[in-house]
């Protein structure tokens, strides 16, 4: 069997495609699978237009007879997995401008990797129909294979015991999640305005991520008298320390492919709310799925959740039974299978 090269850019420990590859790998070690991640050699402050030009250069110049399954966008893959979605439906959700040079660059890379790839593996059926009605791709040629995450128990009252050492939060209050960074796509400003819709106002809300501008969002909690009920983490290590002690993952995204943080929320026993343009959604109960990050009509559907105990309760076993079955052993599983057909 040949040595599987994986293709990715970044190298971070807290991306949601590069976290996946760490579970993946960890998986194939397992197996006894030989594999090597590839990323970029090229220095960071370089612009992002040309490091995409560039680690195209690197890994196209030197695949020769190597198999590529690429995480990144590339035009020499020999599986490409969709994990980023689709850019051109991302710029027409958020109106990016067609004539900045990474978004040239983009959508010259992008057109010939779906065309050029063996097979692609989409991350959610929303993520498949966009390549289909955006490049003509043939669906024979997708295989939609959801993300998987490594399980993992719950002990509360630990969790609970070290946030609440550092964060002003009760046991009787609940908990709103939203963890992410880039603010603006994944719905910060939204989740803000939900939470000041509410008309029970017994609870907390933590945003866990990276934003450079914070300040803004700050700024808008307390416009919207939410100062003392919303909590500004930053990036932490200890997330799952949060997921443990929530109620809530409000995710109120403009465009997600699929969204890891859906799978980790729901195996801590969260209620998970989103919208339509998450992928991840495909696997929740649909009453919870926003038509659009500004459909406010949420907010009546999240009270009447917090006045109905017994219903947000079975709500989060019900996400809890559901996650049992998106692993990363079963994703490994299925990626290997496709893999296995093109590999020889």
């Not at 039974?321 to 990363?328: M, P, R």
């Amino acid at each position: 069997m040949k040595k599987i090269h994986f293709i990715r850019a970044n190298k971070t420990k807290y991306g949601g495609a590069e976290n996946y590859l760490l579970r993946l790998t960890e998986e194939l070690k397992n197996r006894e699978i030989e594999h090597k991640i590839v990323n970029s050699i090229f220095p960071k402050f370089l612009m992002s237009w040309l490091r995409a030009i560039l680690f195209n250069l690197q890994v196209c110049i030197n695949k020769k007879n190597k198999f590529y399954f690429s995480l990144e966008r590339v035009v020499c893959p020999d599986i490409y997995r969709a994990g980023d979605g689709v850019h051109r439906v991302f710029m027409n959700i958020e109106k990016k401008s067609k004539f900045n040079l990474l978004n040239i660059v983009y959508l010259y890379i992008e057109k010939r990797m779906f065309n050029n790839a063996k097979k692609i593996i989409a991350i959610s059926n929303m993520v498949k129909n966009d390549i289909i009605n955006t490049y003509k791709i043939s669906p024979k040629k997708i295989k939609v294979i959801y993300n998987g995450i490594k399980l993992k128990k719950i002990d509360y009252n630990n969790s609970f015991k070290r946030i609440s050492q550092e964060f002003n939060i009760s046991t009787d209050e609940k908990i709103f999640l939203f963890v992410g960074s880039g603010f603006k796509r994944k719905g910060v400003k939204e989740f803000l305005e939900i939470l000041s819709k509410l008309e029970n106002r017994n609870f907390k809300a933590f945003v866990i991520g990276k934003e450079k501008n914070i300040v803004y969002y700050k700024n808008l909690s307390k416009k919207l008298n939410l100062a003392n009920k919303i909590i500004f983490t930053g990036q932490r290590t200890d997330v799952d320390d949060f997921y443990t002690i929530s109620d809530i993952f409000l995710f109120p995204t403009r465009y997600e492919p699929f969204g890891n943080v859906i799978l980790e929320a729901m195996n801590f026993s969260n209620a998970v709310i989103t919208t339509k343009f998450c992928g991840g959604g495909e696997i929740l109960n649909n009453q919870l799925i926003m038509n659009t990050p500004q459909d406010y009509t949420i907010a009546s559907k999240i009270d009447a959740l917090l006045e109905n105990p017994e219903k947000l309760e079975a709500l989060k076993k019900e996400n809890f039974k559901i996650v049992q079955n998106f692993t990363i052993e079963k994703n490994a599983k299925e990626t290997m299978d496709i893999i296995n057909e093109y590999l020889n």
